[in-house]
């Protein structure tokens, strides 16, 4: 059952326009998790691409870290309601992915899949165009397994539930299916500066 339950602090002026409404800043980096942190060797991770139940490609760690390296610098909203700014990743364009897979979009949907049975939905528009990436690093050295190492998605311009920790795959549906959360009352989108925090937001 979701719960309202979140308490936050007043938003600093000259940052109100970075800080989305009923978000307050964060210096440090929670840990939040549903469920037990897995620990996921590098030389065991794999990163899968489907289209509906067909794998397109697959990549082991090597392989996924031979494809092009991008960073990106973004701020970050929890649906929790803390936002942290200016956090710098590293990591592959989901862009790059689909470039080395061969293929376009095929579809408007996606799920992200994780190695602890988690996952989450996003539109293909929000991860395509430079907009999304599987992270690698964070603040310059590898991704720690609280963080969702050894990769994650990053989808910074949502919610943070939808930057699935301990990724292993992106599966293209048909339709929109909620995902972890989705199913348990989050919003299905999750727009930070629309407060879609829950269904019905």
């Known amino acids: 059952m979701a719960t309202r339950g979140f308490f936050g602090r007043r938003t600093p002026p000259e940052l109100a326009d970075r800080i989305p409404p009923g978000q307050y800043l964060e210096e440090g980096f929670p840990v939040l998790s549903a469920g037990p942190t897995p620990h996921v060797r590098t030389e065991d991770w794999s990163f899968t691409l489907k289209v509906g139940p067909r794998p397109v490609k697959r990549w082991n760690w090597d392989e996924f870290n031979a494809l092009p390296i991008g960073k ?18 590293e990591g592959v364009l989901v862009d790059d992915i689909l470039a080395d897979a061969g293929i376009e979009p095929p579809t408007g949907y996606t799920l992200a899949h994780a190695y602890d049975g988690y996952d989450t939905n996003v539109p293909t528009a929000d991860l395509v165009g430079g907009k999304a990436m599987v992270a690698l690093r964070y603040e310059g050295a590898p991704l720690t397994a609280d963080h969702g190492g050894p990769a994650r998605l990053l989808v910074p311009h949502l919610y943070f539930w939808k930057s699935a920790k301990w990724l292993n795959g992106l599966q293209f549906t048909e339709r929109d299916e909620g995902g972890f959360w989705e199913l348990r009352g989050y919003h299905m989108y999750g727009d930070p500066w629309k407060e879609q925090r829950f269904t019905g937001d």
Not at 73 to 84: G, L, M, N, P, S
Request: proline content about 0%; glycine content about 0%; overall charge positive.
């Open 72 to 89: 990106m610098t973004r701020d970050i909203h929890c649906v929790t309601k803390w936002t942290k700014l200016n956090t710098a990743w």
